[in-house]
Protein backbone atom coordinates (compact mmCIF):
# COMPACT_ATOMS: atom_id res chain seq x y z
CA UNK A 1 0.00 0.00 0.00
CA UNK A 2 1.06 3.22 -0.67
CA UNK A 3 -0.62 6.48 1.54
CA UNK A 4 0.31 9.48 2.55
CA UNK A 5 -1.93 10.94 5.72
CA UNK A 6 -1.26 14.65 7.49
CA UNK A 7 -2.18 15.16 10.68
CA UNK A 8 -3.09 18.59 11.53
CA UNK A 9 -4.81 20.44 14.66
CA UNK A 10 -3.66 22.12 17.44
CA UNK A 11 -1.42 21.44 20.73
CA UNK A 12 -3.33 18.89 22.96
CA UNK A 13 -6.03 17.62 20.69
CA UNK A 14 -4.27 14.46 20.83
CA UNK A 15 -2.77 14.40 17.11
CA UNK A 16 0.18 13.09 17.92
CA UNK A 17 -1.17 9.67 19.51
CA UNK A 18 -3.22 9.49 16.23
CA UNK A 19 -0.38 9.59 13.86
CA UNK A 20 1.38 7.01 16.37
CA UNK A 21 -1.30 4.79 15.57
CA UNK A 22 -1.47 4.84 12.37
CA UNK A 23 1.83 4.78 11.56
CA UNK A 24 2.40 1.70 13.94
CA UNK A 25 -0.99 -0.05 11.95
CA UNK A 26 0.35 -0.07 8.38
CA UNK A 27 3.59 -1.11 9.78
CA UNK A 28 1.78 -4.57 11.15
CA UNK A 29 -0.40 -4.76 8.48
CA UNK A 30 3.42 -5.21 6.40
CA UNK A 31 3.86 -1.67 5.71
CA UNK A 32 6.87 0.74 5.47
CA UNK A 33 6.16 3.59 7.22
CA UNK A 34 7.87 7.42 7.61
CA UNK A 35 6.49 9.42 10.18
CA UNK A 36 7.71 13.15 11.69
CA UNK A 37 6.04 15.49 13.35
CA UNK A 38 5.71 19.95 12.70
CA UNK A 39 5.33 21.26 16.11
CA UNK A 40 5.64 24.61 16.96
CA UNK A 41 3.97 26.56 19.92
CA UNK A 42 2.33 22.79 20.86
CA UNK A 43 1.94 23.24 24.37
CA UNK A 44 0.53 26.63 24.10
CA UNK A 45 -2.31 25.83 21.80
CA UNK A 46 -0.17 26.33 18.63
CA UNK A 47 0.38 24.19 15.20
CA UNK A 48 0.85 20.41 15.45
CA UNK A 49 1.51 18.89 12.23
CA UNK A 50 2.25 15.28 11.70
CA UNK A 51 3.47 13.14 8.36
CA UNK A 52 2.91 9.30 7.88
CA UNK A 53 3.73 8.17 5.26
CA UNK A 54 3.42 4.37 3.79
CA UNK A 55 5.11 2.47 1.44
CA UNK A 56 8.08 3.93 -0.42
CA UNK A 57 8.91 7.25 0.54
CA UNK A 58 12.29 9.12 -0.08
CA UNK A 59 11.52 11.48 3.15
CA UNK A 60 9.59 11.59 6.11
CA UNK A 61 8.04 14.66 5.13
CA UNK A 62 4.66 14.74 2.41
CA UNK A 63 5.26 17.08 -0.22
CA UNK A 64 2.63 19.58 -1.25
CA UNK A 65 -0.04 18.33 -3.50
CA UNK A 66 0.78 14.56 -2.47
CA UNK A 67 -1.37 13.80 0.56
CA UNK A 68 -4.37 11.06 -0.23
CA UNK A 69 -6.01 12.24 3.06
CA UNK A 70 -6.11 15.51 5.60
CA UNK A 71 -7.25 14.24 9.03
CA UNK A 72 -7.85 18.13 10.51
CA UNK A 73 -8.68 18.51 14.18
CA UNK A 74 -9.50 22.01 14.01
CA UNK A 75 -11.33 24.11 10.35
CA UNK A 76 -8.69 26.34 10.29
CA UNK A 77 -5.02 24.18 10.49
CA UNK A 78 -7.17 22.12 7.72
CA UNK A 79 -7.44 25.08 5.43
CA UNK A 80 -3.60 26.25 6.37
CA UNK A 81 -2.27 23.00 5.32
CA UNK A 82 -4.95 22.45 1.92
CA UNK A 83 -2.33 22.61 -0.46
CA UNK A 84 -0.45 19.22 0.63
CA UNK A 85 -3.98 17.68 -0.15
CA UNK A 86 -3.46 15.76 -3.73
CA UNK A 87 -6.36 16.91 -5.99
CA UNK A 88 -8.53 13.29 -5.65
CA UNK A 89 -7.73 13.37 -1.70
CA UNK A 90 -9.67 13.99 1.13
CA UNK A 91 -10.51 15.91 4.18
CA UNK A 92 -11.96 14.76 7.42
CA UNK A 93 -12.14 17.46 9.81
CA UNK A 94 -13.64 18.69 12.80
CA UNK A 95 -15.91 21.51 12.33
CA UNK A 96 -15.57 22.91 16.00
CA UNK A 97 -12.87 25.68 16.04
CA UNK A 98 -9.98 26.23 18.75
CA UNK A 99 -9.94 29.70 18.84
CA UNK A 100 -6.53 31.29 18.74
CA UNK A 101 -5.30 33.46 21.42
CA UNK A 102 -6.18 36.69 19.21
CA UNK A 103 -9.59 36.42 19.33
CA UNK A 104 -9.83 36.12 23.06
CA UNK A 105 -7.70 39.63 22.92
CA UNK A 106 -10.03 41.27 19.81
CA UNK A 107 -13.29 39.68 18.91
CA UNK A 108 -12.57 38.44 15.10
CA UNK A 109 -15.96 36.24 14.91
CA UNK A 110 -13.46 33.33 13.87
CA UNK A 111 -16.37 30.15 14.67
CA UNK A 112 -14.74 28.05 11.97
CA UNK A 113 -18.02 28.33 9.32
CA UNK A 114 -15.72 30.22 6.31
CA UNK A 115 -13.33 27.47 6.59
CA UNK A 116 -16.10 24.51 6.54
CA UNK A 117 -17.39 26.41 3.51
CA UNK A 118 -14.61 27.17 1.45
CA UNK A 119 -13.10 23.56 2.01
CA UNK A 120 -16.49 22.16 0.94
CA UNK A 121 -15.50 23.97 -2.09
CA UNK A 122 -12.02 23.07 -2.38
CA UNK A 123 -11.99 19.55 -2.23
CA UNK A 124 -14.28 16.37 -1.17
CA UNK A 125 -14.40 16.56 2.44
CA UNK A 126 -16.39 14.98 5.93
CA UNK A 127 -17.10 17.56 7.97
CA UNK A 128 -17.52 16.00 11.65
CA UNK A 129 -19.11 17.91 15.19
CA UNK A 130 -16.71 16.76 17.93
CA UNK A 131 -19.20 17.53 20.05
CA UNK A 132 -21.77 16.18 18.65
CA UNK A 133 -20.03 12.81 17.77
CA UNK A 134 -18.09 12.77 21.59
CA UNK A 135 -21.28 13.70 23.63
CA UNK A 136 -21.73 10.17 24.92
CA UNK A 137 -18.66 10.12 26.04
CA UNK A 138 -18.49 13.27 28.10
CA UNK A 139 -15.62 14.77 26.47
CA UNK A 140 -14.46 15.95 22.86
CA UNK A 141 -10.66 14.52 24.11
CA UNK A 142 -11.97 11.25 22.18
CA UNK A 143 -12.14 13.06 18.98
CA UNK A 144 -8.60 11.97 18.12
CA UNK A 145 -10.02 8.28 18.27
CA UNK A 146 -13.30 9.30 16.84
CA UNK A 147 -11.43 10.65 13.41
CA UNK A 148 -9.62 7.59 13.32
CA UNK A 149 -12.70 5.81 13.19
CA UNK A 150 -14.33 8.19 10.52
CA UNK A 151 -11.35 7.29 8.56
CA UNK A 152 -11.14 3.75 8.67
CA UNK A 153 -15.07 3.90 8.14
CA UNK A 154 -14.83 5.64 5.06
CA UNK A 155 -12.60 3.19 3.39
CA UNK A 156 -9.98 5.78 2.49
CA UNK A 157 -7.26 5.00 5.17
CA UNK A 158 -6.73 1.76 4.00
CA UNK A 159 -5.74 -0.27 7.24
CA UNK A 160 -8.50 -2.46 8.61
CA UNK A 161 -10.92 -1.49 11.69
CA UNK A 162 -9.22 -4.57 13.60
CA UNK A 163 -5.43 -3.76 13.05
CA UNK A 164 -6.67 -0.02 13.90
CA UNK A 165 -8.28 -1.59 17.17
CA UNK A 166 -5.55 -4.07 18.27
CA UNK A 167 -2.91 -0.83 18.44
CA UNK A 168 -5.45 1.45 20.02
CA UNK A 169 -5.81 -1.38 22.98
CA UNK A 170 -2.10 -1.77 23.19
CA UNK A 171 -1.31 2.52 23.36
CA UNK A 172 -4.18 3.30 25.87
CA UNK A 173 -3.55 3.11 29.18
CA UNK A 174 -5.78 0.35 30.61
CA UNK A 175 -8.90 1.80 31.94
CA UNK A 176 -9.35 4.26 29.11
CA UNK A 177 -9.32 1.47 26.25
CA UNK A 178 -12.97 0.39 26.72
CA UNK A 179 -14.25 4.10 26.07
CA UNK A 180 -11.66 4.85 23.40
CA UNK A 181 -13.23 1.68 21.24
CA UNK A 182 -16.60 3.21 21.88
CA UNK A 183 -15.22 6.40 20.49
CA UNK A 184 -13.80 4.67 17.64
CA UNK A 185 -16.61 2.88 16.80
CA UNK A 186 -18.92 6.19 16.25
CA UNK A 187 -16.66 7.62 14.25
CA UNK A 188 -16.54 4.12 11.80
CA UNK A 189 -20.28 4.65 11.99
CA UNK A 190 -19.67 8.15 10.64
CA UNK A 191 -17.35 7.58 7.99
CA UNK A 192 -19.53 4.67 6.67
CA UNK A 193 -22.01 7.35 6.32
CA UNK A 194 -24.65 5.46 8.51
CA UNK A 195 -24.71 8.60 11.64
CA UNK A 196 -24.33 12.54 11.68
Known amino acids: MKKDILICGVGGQGTVLASKIIAASAMDEGSAVHSAETIGMAQRGGSVTSHVRIGE ?3 PL ?3 GAADMILAFEPAEAVRNLGYLKK ?3 VIVNRVPVKPVTESLQDTGYD ?3 MIAYLQ ?3 SCIVIDAEKICAPFGSSRYFNIAILGVAVGSGRLGISKET ?3 ELER ?3 SKYVEINKAAFYAGVEVGSGKTL
Open 62 to 64: IPQ
Open 121 to 123: KKC
Open 164 to 166: VLA
Open 112 to 114: GTE
Open 88 to 90: DGI
Open 57 to 59: AYA
Open 171 to 173: RVP
